[in-house]
């Protein structure tokens, strides 16, 4: 059934939340659609009405908003920035002693979630069929043993004081350069994120040795995206017989907010700004398939 002019305006600048659910979420204003309307797409037009208004930023969270965008842009943003922003993770692990309760699986899988701090725009992505180098992969290194305190108290039931290295954390973890990647990064500090995340608790006589080899990939877990104000309004009002016909709750259809948190790699901003490279990057290559001689 075709729009009223009365309620035009609000289907095409307004999403409307409902007592049980919410309306006009989907964008209607394509050329053609609404007579006396120019829906053509205009750059300039679309220069002038975009906007980005950072509200918050920090070493590890960035809040803004993007203001003037199609809901389809905006979310393919979003899940950019949730799996395709490339990042240095720990991929394989090499236990050549594990005496401790630890499970050899639980361990390798302990580590994999422990953020390393190194800026994956200087490396490659690891071909799979051949080795690691010094250009692809980051190698660490986890080797202690833990021993009773000599200096101990005898009467002392203190754990901390009772064993040296009974607890292993993080900070451990030791960067083990391959190739020139000493000279190269002598200005980095490659390695755990925090120094205080704990791996395993050990006992006299357990140890561990272990290599681990970092590599580029797709960060599924670098950030957290949220819309924070996503349909959050209050509905109070709609409980009410008196009130929920006269009072109408909306949302601007073209306005978007964005919490980013970040493990500590890379700071927010980079994060946004490497997403929308990866985004300009595939409109690149639909453009390119567009011009290419198959599509003809």
Not at 63 to 77: L, P
Not at 203 to 209: A, H, N, V, Y
Not at 255 to 274: K, M
Request: net charge negative.
């Amino acid at each position: 059934m075709a729009a009223t002019m009365e309620n035009v305006d609000e289907i095409r600048n307004r999403v409307i939340l409902g007592e049980f659910g919410v309306k006009n979420v989907y964008t209607t204003d394509y050329p053609g659609n609404y007579p006396g309307y120019d829906d053509t797409w205009d750059l300039e037009k679309f220069q002038k009405n975009f906007r980005i208004d950072v509200v918050h930023l920090d070493e590890s969270s960035m809040e803004f908003d993007m203001v003037g965008i199609d809901a389809a842009i905006a979310n393919a943003f979003r899940r950019i920035l949730l799996a395709e922003v490339p990042t240095m993770a720990i991929e394989k692990v090499f236990i050549y002693n594990n005496t401790s309760i630890v499970q050899d699986e639980v361990l390798a899988h302990r580590l994999g979630l422990i953020p390393i701090k190194a800026d994956p725009r200087l490396f490659e992505y690891r071909n799979t069929e051949e080795e690691g180098s010094e250009i692809d992969t980051i190698q660490l290194q986890l080797k202690i043993k833990c021993s009773r305190n000599p200096r101990a108290s005898k009467d002392s039931s203190d754990p901390r004081e009772l064993y040296l290295n009974h607890m292993v954390y993080s900070r451990d973890i030791k960067w083990v350069p391959i190739g020139n990647q000493a000279d190269v990064f002598a200005d980095s500090s490659i390695g755990p994120v925090h120094d205080d995340i704990l791996i395993a608790q050990l006992r006299p006589g357990q140890e561990l040795d272990i290599i681990m080899h970092c590599v580029k990939g797709l960060g599924e877990k670098v950030a957290k995206v949220v819309n924070s104000r996503l349909d959050t309004c209050s509905r109070e009002v709609l409980r009410h017989d008196d009130l929920k016909n006269v009072v109408k709750l909306g949302r601007v259809r073209d306005h978007f907010i964005f919490t980013v948190e970040s493990t500590g790699i890379l700071a927010p901003d980079v994060l946004v700004t490497e997403a929308i490279k990866v985004l300009m990057a595939k409109c690149q290559r639909f453009l390119s398939e567009l011009d290419s001689p198959d599509m003809e």
